[in-house]
C-alpha cells in the first residue's frame, strides 16, 4: 500500500494539509520563543523554563483532553483549540511588536498554547479514521507521521532563516508570532 493514496480522500487531505501549515507555523514560534527568552535573559535556566511551561499543562491535562475527544463533537474541540492557540500567537505578536513582552507572559502564553494542543491533538488523531476508509488508514497514518516530522524539522528551520534574516532581534519574532497566528486559518 502506498501511504499518499490516502490524499485522494478529500476530506483526509485538506485536513493533512491544513496541519503541515499549521505545524509548521507553530514549531516557528516554538523556535522563536526559545530564541526570544534568550535575548531577553541570556539565562539557560530561564530557557529552560521554557520547556516546563510546555510540559506541565500537557502531562497534567492528555488525559482529560482524551476523554473531553471523546464526549464532545471532535470538529467544535479542534475549532476552540485552534482559536485559542490562534489568539496566544496573535497576542504574542502584538506584545513583541509594542515591545510589552516579558518573561512571564511568555512563560504563560507557551502554557496556554500547550494546554490547547492537549485538547487539539486528541481529537484531531481520533478524527483521521472518520476521514478515510478502514483500507486507507494505514496510509493515512503514515502520512500524518511524516507530516509531522516535516513540521517539526521545517518550522524551526524556517524560524532560524526570518530571524536571522530579521538581524535577530525582536522584530522579526513579532512577524514569525503573526505568521503562526496566520497558519491557523488554515
Same mark, same amino acid.
Given at each position: ?10 476530506? $483526509?487531505?485538506? %485536513? ?29 535556566? =530561564?530557557?529552560? /523554563?521554557?520547556?516546563?511551561?510546555? *510540559? !506541565?499543562?500537557?502531562?497534567?491535562? &492528555? %488525559?482529560?483532553?482524551? *476523554?473531553? @475527544? ?6 467544535? #474541540? ?6 485559542? /492557540?490562534?489568539? #496566544?500567537? @496573535? ?17 504563560? +502564553? ?8 492537549? $485538547?487539539?491533538?486528541? @481529537?484531531?488523531?481520533?478524527? *483521521?479514521?472518520?476521514? *478515510?476508509?478502514?483500507?486507507? +488508514? ?8 511524516? /507530516?509531522?516530522? =516535516? ?6 528551520? !524556517?524560524?532560524?532563516?526570518? !530571524? ?11 512577524? !514569525?508570532?503573526? &505568521?503562526?497566528?496566520? &497558519?491557523?486559518?488554515?
Amino acid at each position: 500500500m502506498r501511504p499518499y493514496l490516502s490524499l485522494r480522500h478529500r476530506d $483526509f487531505r485538506w %485536513l493533512w494539509t491544513a496541519q503541515l501549515i499549521s505545524l509548521t507555523g507553530s514549531q516557528m514560534q516554538a523556535a522563536a520563543i526559545d530564541w526570544h527568552v534568550y535575548l531577553l535573559t541570556r539565562s539557560p535556566l =530561564a530557557l529552560g /523554563m521554557v520547556g516546563l511551561s510546555r *510540559v !506541565i499543562p500537557i502531562v497534567s491535562l &492528555s %488525559l482529560l483532553g482524551g *476523554v473531553v @475527544a471523546d464526549r464532545y463533537d471532535r470538529k467544535r #474541540v479542534m475549532l476552540a483549540t485552534q482559536l485559542t /492557540m490562534t489568539a #496566544v500567537a @496573535a497576542l504574542l505578536g502584538l506584545l513583541t511588536l509594542t515591545g510589552h513582552e516579558t518573561l512571564l507572559t511568555l512563560y504563560v +502564553l507557551t502554557g496556554m498554547t500547550s494546554a490547547a494542543g492537549s $485538547f487539539d491533538n486528541p @481529537a484531531r488523531q481520533a478524527l *483521521v479514521p472518520r476521514l *478515510v476508509p478502514r483500507e486507507d +488508514l494505514p496510509g493515512a497514518l503514515a502520512m500524518n507521521l511524516t /507530516m509531522f516530522h =516535516a513540521g517539526m524539522i521545517g518550522g524551526p528551520a !524556517i524560524a532560524g532563516v526570518l !530571524i536571522a534574516s530579521a538581524g535577530g532581534g525582536t522584530r522579526g519574532l513579532a512577524w !514569525i508570532y503573526m &505568521s503562526n497566528a496566520a &497558519s491557523f486559518l488554515a
